[in-house]
């Protein structure tokens, strides 16, 4: 039975994003709202807006209670989650099914299955997916240690419980894993509520791919083609493309089938993204996680597909039958997404909320804006500093880089500091426009010469 | 006296609303109703009554609310217009969204009545989420001037709830 009416559980461009899908389908929407963005953009597009808490996010965004109960109270027979916050929490998921609200995402169980990343290197496993030598969970630096050298330095700390960076330290000797062990599992206790941690062999230059895929719940799922989001800083993307241009046709092939089939095992329903890193010298890839919700940088596997993905969730989650088959899903051209973020980096990236004075975004052909700002709207300090997303698309990667440069010349932000001129220096660098990056490039090759005299 | 059942209530809606009445007041054992054709209009006497009462007001609902893709775009952004209020009243407000209870169970006296004396510690209400009931406290001490929500209604967070005239 198709959804009628579902409640927007997320703010921002996504939640905007979200209410417009569903009106494109007749579907009503609520916007739940915290007490900072009661005026958002999102909240007066949605058919009806409710302030359920405060503006911090534990007691309004982060309440999976107060969300259900806002959806149940107004009539809402689903309900989305978006990107972060909630979108990825069990007790969400658990709390619609109690409450009868179809949750536009995967099953709990599936949610459990590939949330916990220990489980999740199982599954992969199982479904024939290599992944780097890595350990089960370590309980002290010398497990650790012991390890370690069982498969040879570098090695990362990972958090089971959670990714973003939190828990991670790469360690390149004995010394280096017994200081940082503690650390890293401080951290991902502190982030995530549990400190458990394991370990993986290094890739020391890897790109990071990831598939897109939706399953359809019956086993059957498609893919929506792969993403590099190789650039990055403190593990948080920055920029992503669609396709990767750097994989033969071979590997990207089998990274397709690879995602595929994990998530067809265990009968995945809606969106996911099965991250990979991608070894460019043994040209091989390996299973890090998967993320099942949709991703900010879905935009870029659209415009390279032509398909609405957040509109196929909402059909998906209303039970619809979908005819679209694997031979339906044909990429065209290139898609680059830089994200557009209120924050200083001339100033150690530190956060840049307050008024948007001036707002003169581009426009033309092969561009698309995805945001919830305009001339006049404040950056809340309460949340995520990410105010938009430029997404470009052209024949090839060459003509989108070169649309990239030209719409973020084009890109007029006052009254709050921007990314904009750190991302137009990004775009004009030889390295990114040869595609020469792995995932370190940000940090350890762009970012000194960042800020630094030219040489003359 | 038989009990007054819903279907009572709605014959009653629909004669004034056929009718060129203004206002319509009717108590009988156990339900004061008082039905008005101006909006905000309030009857004459013991007003926590009527406005305790579930039965709806014709001139705000014309039909019995069974419609929820009416309901959204009446409740969603029309705000009613509230009366001039004494600046000194100061309003009890919903700690977070739920649904608003006026009495500890169904059927159960309120908390409070409109002209009750409450101390900062007195429970007013209950806001509901999900099976979970959290009272709210007057905060401050003097007379209940106003109940702003009916009963079983979805509040917002920091929605006025009640209005207090403080001792």
């Given at each position: ?230 650039l ?6 920055m920029v ?98 830089a994200r557009i973020i209120?924050?200083?980096p ?44 430029l ?13 990239l440069r030209?719409a973020l010349?084009?890109f ?6 921007t990314n904009i001129p750190f991302l137009r220096a990004i775009a004009a ?28 | ?167």
């Open positions: 039975m198709a959804l009628r009416r579902i409640l927007v559980a997320n703010r921002g461009e996504i939640a905007l994003r979200i209410v417009r899908a569903a009106r494109g389908l007749g579907i009503e929407t609520v916007l739940a709202a915290s007490a900072a963005d009661h005026d958002s953009l999102a909240a007066r597009e949605a058919d009806r807006a409710v302030v359920i808490g405060p503006s911090a996010a534990r007691d309004s965004y982060l309440n999976a209670r107060l969300i259900v109960h806002a959806a149940t109270a107004t009539g809402c027979d689903g309900l989305h989650p978006g990107y972060g916050f909630l979108s990825e929490r069990q007790s969400l998921a658990a709390l619609c099914d109690e409450a009868g609200v179809v949750f536009v995402g995967p099953t709990r169980d599936s949610i459990k299955a590939v949330g916990d990343k220990l489980s999740a290197r199982r599954l992969a496993r199982a479904a024939g997916i290599a992944m780097t030598s890595g350990s089960e969970k370590l309980a002290t630096a010398a497990e650790a240690v012991a390890f370690a050298e069982g498969i040879g330095f570098p090695v990362v700390t990972k958090a089971s419980a959670g990714g973003g960076g939190r828990g991670m330290v790469v360690a390149r000797d004995p010394r280096a894993l017994a200081d940082g062990f503690q650390r890293a599992s401080i951290e991902a206790k502190e982030a995530f509520g549990d400190g458990t941690l394991y370990i993986e062999r290094y890739v020391e230059h890897a790109r990071h791919v990831e598939v897109q895929v939706l399953g359809l719940g019956d086993g059957r799922v498609l893919h929506f083609g792969e993403r590099d989001c190789s990055q800083r403190r593990y948080q993307k992503e493309e669609a396709p990767a241009a750097a994989l033969p046709e071979t590997t990207r092939n089998r990274l397709h089938k690879a995602a595929v089939d994990l998530l067809a095992a265990i009968r995945y329903r809606n969106a996911g993204t099965v991250e990979f890193l991608y070894d460019v010298e043994r040209d091989d890839f390996y299973f890090l996680e998967v993320n099942a919700r949709i991703q900010v940088e879905h935009p870029v596997s659209e415009m390279i597909t032509g398909v609405d993905l957040v509109r196929l969730q909402l059909r998906i989650a209303g039970g619809e039958p979908l005819r679209i088959q694997q031979q339906d899903i044909a990429p065209s051209g290139h898609a680059i997404e209120a924050e200083n001339d100033r150690g990236f530190a956060p840049s909320p307050g008024r948007i004075r001036v707002w003169r975004p581009p426009h033309g052909e092969g561009i698309r804006l995805d945001t919830a700002m305009e001339e006049g709207a404040d950056v809340p300090p309460f949340y995520d500093s990410m105010i938009a997303k997404i470009v698309h052209a024949h090839d990667r060459s003509a989108a880089v070169e649309r030209a010349e084009s007029v932000v006052e009254g709050i500091s660098h030889p390295d990114f426009i040869g595609n020469r990056v792995d995932t370190r490039w940000l940090e350890s090759v762009f970012l000194p010469q960042y800020g630094q005299p030219k040489d003359p | 006296m038989t009990d007054i059942k819903t279907q009572d209530i709605e014959a009653l809606l629909e004669i004034f609303d056929n009718s060129p009445w203004q206002e319509m007041s009717l108590k009988v054992e156990g339900l004061e109703l008082f039905l008005s054709k101006t909006p905000g209009a309030i009857g004459h006497s013991s007003a926590e009554h009527h406005l305790a009462d579930p039965a709806p007001f014709p001139t705000t609902h014309a039909t019995a609310p069974s419609a929820p893709a009416r309901a959204i775009s009446d409740g969603a952004k029309t705000k009613s217009t509230p009366a001039p209020v004494p600046d000194h009243w100061v309003a009890v407000r919903a700690p977070n969204l739920g649904t608003f209870y006026r009495s500890p169970k169904p059927g159960a006296a309120p908390y409070v009545t409109v002209g009750q004396t409450v101390a900062a510690d007195t429970e007013v209400c209950l806001i509901e989420v999900m099976k979970l009931f959290t009272s709210v406290l007057a905060g401050v001490e003097g007379a209940v001037r106003k109940v702003l929500v009916e009963d079983s209604e979805l509040v917002e967070y920091d929605q006025p709830l009640f209005l207090i005239e403080p001792a």
